[in-house]
Every structure is written in C-alpha cells, then in structure tokens.
C-alpha cells in the first residue's frame, strides 16, 4: 500500500514539474524581448561563449537537469537558435562535473532551498501592475514550481528505491563478473536509474556507494557514469514534451551528443580507464583499477575481530584511503569524458542539429516564427550592408503575418468553438509575434541610425520604420478578429453559411493584398505599385457591396442584429488589413526608399 502512495506521489511530482515547465516557458516568451535576447545573443555569439555559458550556469545551480531545461525554455522562446542551445547544452556537460566533485567530498547544495523564496518573490512580481513584472513573477513561480517537482521526483523515487534496497544490492553484485558484459550492463544500470530518480547527481552518489562498499570495481563505476550521461538527458525531452518542435529537437541534441560520447568512450573503454588509473596513481600514488574495497573492508573485519586498536587504525586509514581513491577516480572520468566529449563534438554542432531534426520531425501546421532570421547580432561594417541584413527580415517579417493571416481565414470559417480556441490561440501568438519582431527590426534600425547616414539611406530607415509598424498592426488585427468571433461565441452565436460565404470572398481580396505586398517587398526596383491599388480598391468595393446586401438583410430579418454586428465588425478589420498593406507599399515608394 506505501508503494502504491509513493508511486502515485512520484506521478503527482512529474505533473508538478511539467506545470512549473509550462508557466516557466510562458513566461518567458511574455517578457522576452530586447534585454533578454541580447544578453541570450552577446553569450552564445562563438562556440567557446556556448560551452562557458553552460558551464557557469550548470556550475551555479549544481544541475545539469536545470541548465538544459532552461536552455530548452530558450529554443521555446525563440531566445536561442537550435545550434546555439547545443553548444550551451555541451557546457551544462562540462558545469555539472562540479557536482561530481562536490559529491566526492560528501557534499552537495539543494536548490530546492531557493524554490520556495523563489515563489514568495514571483508572487509578489505577479501582485504588481506592470505587465513585465507580472511576466517576470511568472517566471520565477514555473522555475520554483518545476524544481519543487524534480525535487519531490528524487525524493519518491529514493523512497521506492529504499525499500528494496537489499534486492538492488544483491542485484548489482550478480551481474559484476561477465567481463565487458558487465560493462554494458552497468552502463544500462546507470541510464534506467538516473530516468528513475530524474537526477543524475543521484546516480552518482548511488555509483559511488556501490564502489565504495566494494560491491562493483572501478570500472563497472566508470560504465554506470556513462549510463548516467545518456539517462540525464530524458529529463530535457520530458520538458521538451510540452513545448515546440525546435525546444524538442534541442533536447534530442542533448541524447545524441551525449550517445555519441558514451559509444566513443565505450570502443575504448579499457585504454581510458587505465589512462584514468594512471593519472590518480600519478597524483596519490594509488592506482584505482587496483583497489579492492572488499579486501579491505575484510581487513578491517579482522582487526575489529582481533580487537588490535594499532591493525584497527592502520584497516581504517586504508579503508578510507580506498574510498578517496575510488571516489577521486569516478569523479575525473565524468570531468575527462564531459570535457573531452564537448570539445571533440563542438565542431561537430551542425550535423548534430540536422541529425536532431531528421529525428524530430515538424508537425503538419506548425509554424517555427519565434526568432529574427537574418539580423543575429549588431549592425554590420556599413550601413548598406546593415540595411540590407533588416530588408531581409522586412520580408520574412511580410511572410509571416502572410502565415497569420491563414489563422484567420480558419477562424473565420471553424463553427466548433472548442476547435476555434485553439486558432484563436495561433492567432494570439501571432499579435505576439509580430510584436516583438517589430521591436527588434526597430531596435536594430535604431542602432543602424547611431551611425552617419546618406540622405537615401535615411529615407530607407524612415520607410522601414513606417513598414514594420503597418506589419504589427496587421497582427493586431488578427487578434482582433479572433476576439470578436470569441465574443460571438460566447453569447451563443454562429455565422450561417451565407455570412460565412461573404466574409470568404473578402478574404479573398485580402489574400490578393497581401501577395502583392510581399511581391512589392521582394522587388528591389519597384516604382508601380499598381498591384497593390488594385488589390486595396478591390478591399473596398467588396466591403461597400457587403454592407449594402447587409443593410437589406438586417430589414428582411434575414439574421439578427446582434449577429450582424459580430458581421460588420470582422468585415471592417478585414477592410483594415488592407489599409495596412497599401501603406506598405506607398511606402515603398514614397519615402524613396528603395530597396
């Protein structure tokens, strides 16, 4: 019966990590923006930067668990690229051989500690106005409430785990004695008990108890070590499960990188355990592989049995001895394979990314748009180049709100409110979105600006400016329309065919608006915008049809009011989209900023 509470507590504590994983990634992406991406930018811009900042991090929170599912709350973000989350993710590798270290020293910190006053200061974040501050208080409380979880996750499964302690030891001493079999079974041994106890620190104070009661000999400890490496990373794709396609690809970068060094170190196995040997003998002058915990914990036994105070003192000192020797040796494997592995594979970190993504595949629909694609960092030597670098973000910035506007289109004709929610929150990600990609086009142009300018350049600036604000407006309102179905929703309405027959045809015409926006984007030497007039005039005798059948329909009673205003009112931001998307284009060429 305690089992059966110990299971269902441990299941409680994951749904608790899960939740605190969701509120700490939500959070996040509310109060990303200029700060936060450029301090994310300024610490993963080289290679070496990645491994430092995964290291610091790691080292600080004493979990390599923590830093990598911070990093995957990044990627969710869109705060880090794919390929520079594997290079922080390579240094949380290197930053948690610390823990090993203070381990081996019998001590070691809980940050769980720091989880509740954590809560007590998101919670007050949260009691305050601001909408940032909130954000931030949201952040705090997820980190607070996912740590809680790992933590009440260890404590249970060591719970378990206490109660057939014996059977685990009896276990371990049965497999040790079948060569490099063993090997490969204490490496599985190590990797099904850090997914156990979700805390690969755990695992290895066990390895060491295991080593230092004689049970298993050094190199059976250095093989359950390198299951830990590879069980480690279960936690970051139990994290990932709830985010995005590119927070779950980080994770599985994570399992490869790490697979990959445990498959090279297991091919040579029996050289680096005698380089490991060699080097402890150099330092203490005691060769680990040549310790026998059981030997001497018998002689020990004996002089105890013999009741000699002097042989007692000697088996002691010995005893001890032995255990530093097996604990020092364990903890610099894990600190020479982690930092071995992370500088062998860091020049690797692009085919360990199109492996990721070959693995984890995209789901139909969903839209990777949570970064800037072309600015990556500050200004570039001239203001040409520079301009040119946020002409291209300009248009993907026009493909995306092109992406949006499909969102809308399925709001529109979705009569299931339950499957309307779910558009509703694309379309809600969307104003997101655009939001801050507004802000870091104009934060970039801002900098851009700081320098000296040709007057043509200046015009371009202007025009950028004036584009990327017609650009957020266009997913402002798209998050309009969805409140106002919402709303309709709400009170138990729905549009009938005819109405929803209607308000297709002026998508259409907006659809229209916006190829030739992009078109216009595109074009570098545009001087007619033809196009695009054409397409806005179409927007407006389309809506001035529109409300002339409407007023017919409303005195006809051929629906309600009520229902005609929700009518009306998705029909006039419709018409909006429009009015954004020739000002785009007058821009274009109005301000001579051409492209």
């Known amino acids: 019966m305690l089992t059966v509470l110990y299971v269902l507590s441990l299941l409680g504590a994951l749904s608790m990590f899960l939740y605190g994983m969701t509120l700490m990634s939500e959070g996040l992406q509310k109060s990303a923006g200029d700060r936060l991406r450029s301090f994310m930018a300024a610490m993963t811009s080289t290679p070496l930067k990645r491994i430092f900042t995964g290291t610091a991090i790691t080292a600080l929170v004493q979990s390599s668990s923590a830093t990598t599912i911070m990093v995957v709350s990044f990627v969710n973000a869109g705060l880090l690229t794919l390929g520079n989350a594997i290079g922080v993710i390579m240094g949380a590798n290197i930053g948690t051989t610390l823990t090993a270290w203070i381990t081996s020293l019998g001590f070691s910190v809980d940050i769980a500690l720091f989880a509740v006053p954590m809560m007590a200061i998101g919670f007050m974040l949260m009691s305050m106005k601001k909408p940032s501050t909130k954000n931030i ?6 980190f607070a409430i996912m740590y809680v979880g790992l933590t009440f996750m260890k404590d249970y499964s060591n719970m378990i785990m206490e109660q057939y302690q014996p059977q685990m030891m009896s276990f371990f001493a049965s497999i040790n004695n079948f060569g490099f079999g063993s090997v490969l079974l204490f490496v599985l041994a190590g990797a099904l008990l850090t997914i156990v106890l ?3 620190s755990a695992t290895m104070a066990i390895t060491m108890l295991l080593a230092a009661t004689g049970l298993i000999d050094f190199r059976l400890a250095v093989a359950m070590v390198l299951g830990e490496n590879i069980g480690t990373t279960i936690t970051a794709n139990i994290a990932a499960s709830v985010a995005n396609t590119s ?48 030997d001497a914990g018998k002689a020990l036994a004996a002089a105890q049995a013999a009741g000699d105070t002097e042989a007692i003192k000697q088996a002691e000192t010995a005893l001890g001895e032995s255990k530093d020797v097996m604990l020092y040796g364990i903890a610099a494997l894990h600190t020479l394979f982690n930092v071995t592995n992370t500088f062998l594979l860091i020049w690797f970190v692009p085919w360990i990314e199109k492996m990721a993504c070959w693995l984890v595949k995209g789901k139909e629909g969903e839209e990777e748009v949570f970064r800037l694609r072309y600015i990556q960092g500050g200004p570039m030597a001239t203001a040409e180049l520079s301009l040119n670098e946020a002409n291209q973000e300009i248009i993907h910035f026009g493909e995306i709100c092109y992406k949006g506007f499909g969102y809308i289109r399925q709001a529109i004709n979705e009569t299931n409110p339950e499957k309307f929610d779910e558009i509703n929150k694309s379309l809600i990600k969307y104003e997101e979105i655009t939001d801050r ?20 350049a200046t015009d371009k600036v202007k025009a950028m400016y004036k584009i990327i604000g017609e650009m957020e407006s266009l997913g402002d309102s798209g998050e309009a329309i969805g409140r106002i179905i919402k709303r309709r929703n709400v009170h138990g309405k729905s549009f009938d065919d005819d109405i929803i027959l209607r308000l297709n045809k002026m998508a259409d015409m907006v659809d229209a608006a916006y190829v030739a926006m992009i078109d216009n984007l595109k074009n570098p030497e545009l001087n007619d915008i033809t196009n695009a007039v054409n397409a806005e005039y179409n927007i407006n005798e389309c809506r001035n049809n529109l409300r002339e059948e409407h007023i017919i329909n409303i005195e006809n009673h051929s629906y309600n009011y009520q229902m005609g205003v929700y009518y009306m009112d998705v029909l006039s931001e419709l018409e909006k989209l429009g009015d954004f998307m020739i000002n785009i284009s007058q821009a274009l060429v109005n301000d001579k900023g051409d492209f």
């Open 137 to 142: 208080g949201q952040f705090f409380i997820g």
């Open 198 to 200: 979700q805390a690969s």
């Open 247 to 294: 927070a779950k690809r980080a994770a599985m970068a994570h399992t490869i990188f790490n697979l990959i060094g445990v498959t090279w170190v297991l091919l040579l196995f029996y050289p680096i355990t005698e380089f490991i040997g060699y080097i402890m003998d150099s330092i203490v002058g005691v060769n680990p592989l040549d310790v026998r915990m059981a």
């Open 437 to 456: 990609i507004e802000f870091e086009i104009a934060s970039y142009l801002n900098e851009v600006s700081k320098n000296e300018l040709s007057d043509e």
